[in-house]
Nanobody, 124 residues
Framework: QVHLVESGGGSVQAGGSLRLSCEAS????????MGWFRQAPGKEREGVAA???????QYADSVKGRFTISKDNAKKTLFLQMNSLKPEDTAMYYC??????????????????WGQGTQVTVSS
């Protein structure tokens, strides 16, 4: 079993930065694929970024060049550095872990474990 806990969310003005963290516990290993997803009010949850076991990263087009996903395997912690935040980045952010890769990094059904989320609010 794997337990994920996000932190680092908050309120920030447009153009600001936040760094999200996701601490993992349980049977997770560095071989897991880790991802960040977000869900804005009234919208479906969408993929933000993912990092696989060898450190390869993927990003949604909407966050490329602004967000950076990284991980510390020794501390079992996933990060999402968010710069140049926009009001449209406002959402609940979730981290997720997948035991195996699928065809698409943002395919939510392949992720086996999810955190409870951390709220990010960006004001204009």
């Amino acid at each position: 079993q794997v337990h994920l806990v996000e932190s680092g969310g908050g309120s920030v003005q447009a153009g600001g930065s936040l760094r999200l963290s996701c601490e993992a516990s349980g049977t997770i290993t560095p071989h897991y694929i880790m991802g960040w997803f977000r869900q804005a009010p009234g919208k479906e949850r969408e993929g933000v970024a993912a990092i696989d076991s060898d450190g390869t990263t993927q990003y949604a087009d909407s966050v490329k060049g602004r967000f950076t996903i990284s991980k510390d395997n020794a501390k079992k912690t996933l990060f999402l550095q968010m710069n140049s935040l926009k009001p449209e980045d406002t959402a609940m952010y979730y981290c997720a872990a997948a035991r195996s890769a699928g065809d698409t990094w943002s395919e939510q059904t392949k992720y086996n474990y999810w955190g409870q989320g951390t709220q990010v609010t960006v004001s204009s």
